[in-house]
């Protein structure tokens, strides 16, 4: 599409993709005209052979862009497009735009619609990660996924203690090296309760060494050259260890994609939400848009460094990290981890919530985020104006929005 120019004829084809079918429309918005709709199986060969026709049709001279919404059926379709020479985007859904109070709904019409929004272009791009990136992010999925299991499997576990008489007796926090001992000691009188009890206890106990085992390979998924520099500066965060390093690095992907910090927070779902008319203005909760999983992440690590101080284990590991990093990323680490402190202790001290406090931690740890992941893109430019003293573009846009 970098050729096309004001004599280029673009044929613009939008496909309704699903798992057994595909449904195409070619539009042509010069002459404001639908056509070559057609239906067929979800195989790439049938999508191809039916591009090769409509090739053959308009002629060699037309460019053709191709688009479909993001889904289920993930990137492969794209990937191969491209391979094939044609251009292809994957449309994120939320910037379709849809008809208020339309009761019909087919992949005609849905195709249709995709192809005009790629004719008046008033959609965003999905942005398109690399083969091993994305094999990353699954794979940090499958521990997300385990961990859901294991949190099920350990409330399964205390809800047959808890029915039969037996809640914890200590004091203290559960799944401890006490709580464990203590659960081994468990012995019952009738068969079957004892079973039940053994089914419980060998489900939690399997879950909680895949998850090591899984976390064991993620680190070591740590050290790949395509997402070692941005781990290795992200750690230097109090509170965001290897593994959530990686998930946040490989669901985001391209952080260049964000503009400002605003745009990144929005993006996770953490900025608030507004109901504003006339001279009322109203906002409300968080909005929970975008990627949920990147914002349960960074959740997560806020309230992790909220329960940091400077003589606990964990601080001497993000001291020990930092050690390889540059006095750049060490200063900016600090400087993220100071701000959060204090803010998240004056926010506590005005008797706001828990999680109200962790949320609006999560919400500026985001910016401190995408200042390092910008940082370190832009290294010859962003960083050396840290070094020497000045106050980069980034940072001003990060301080910006925290100020608000």
């Known amino acids: 599409m970098n050729n096309v120019t004001e004599n280029t004829k673009v044929i613009y084809v939008g496909i309704d993709v699903h798992k057994d079918t595909n449904s195409f429309c070619a539009y042509d918005s010069r002459e404001d005209k639908l056509f070559a709709e057609h239906k067929s199986s979800s195989k790439f060969e049938n999508t191809l052979h039916y591009l090769k026709n409509l090739q053959k049709s308009v002629g060699q001279d037309a460019v053709f862009l191709i688009g479909y919404e993001a889904g289920p059926t993930g990137y492969g379709l794209c990937r191969k497009l491209q391979k094939e020479d044609f251009a292809c985007v994957i449309i994120a859904p939320s910037t379709i735009a849809k008809a208020p109070g339309q009761?019909?709904?087919?992949?005609?019409?849905?195709?249709?619609?995709?192809?005009?929004t790629l004719a008046f272009k008033t959609y965003s791009p999905v942005c398109l990660p690399s083969e091993k990136l994305e094999a990353i992010k699954e794979y940090t999925r499958v521990r997300t996924a385990k961990i859901t299991m294991l949190k099920k499997a350990k409330q399964n576990l205390l809800s047959f203690l808890l029915r039969m008489g037996l809640p914890y007796p200590q004091s203290g926090h559960y799944w401890t090296q006490a709580h464990m001992a203590w659960l081994r000691t468990m012995n019952f009188a009738d068969k079957w309760l004892q079973e039940s009890f053994e089914e419980y206890h060998a489900e939690v106990i399997t879950l909680m060494d895949k998850v090591q085992r899984i976390e064991a390979k993620i680190l070591e998924l740590c050290k790949d050259d395509e997402v070692r520099e941005k781990i290795d500066a992200l750690v230097c965060i109090s509170g965001i260890s290897y593994v959530s390093a990686i998930s946040i690095v490989a669901e985001i992907g391209d952080f260049s994609r964000f503009s400002k910090a605003k745009s990144f927070v929005s993006f996770t779902g953490l900025c608030p939400g507004e109901d504003s008319s006339g001279n009322r203005v109203r906002h409300t909760a968080i909005t929970k848009a975008g990627n949920s999983r990147v914002r349960s992440l960074l959740v997560e690590c806020a309230g992790s460094l909220r329960m940091h101080s400077v003589v606990?284990?964990?601080?001497?590991?993000?001291?020990?990290?930092?050690?390889?990093?540059?006095?750049?990323?060490?200063?900016?680490?600090?400087?993220c981890t100071l701000r959060l402190r204090k803010r998240m202790l004056y926010l506590s001290q005005k008797g706001l919530p828990y999680n109200l406090v962790t949320t609006a931690g999560a919400r500026e740890l985001a910016c401190f985020v995408w200042g390092m992941m910008n940082f370190v893109d832009n290294r010859k430019t962003a960083l050396n104006k840290i070094d020497e003293g000045e106050l980069s573009d980034i940072q001003k846009t990060v301080e910006e929005f925290i100020a608000q």
């Open 103 to 116: 009761k019909v709904k087919t992949d005609r019409m849905d195709a249709r619609l995709l192809a005009k």
């Open 312 to 335: 606990t284990a964990k601080s001497v590991r993000v001291k020990e990290r930092q050690k390889n990093a540059s006095a750049a990323i060490v200063s900016y680490a600090d400087k």
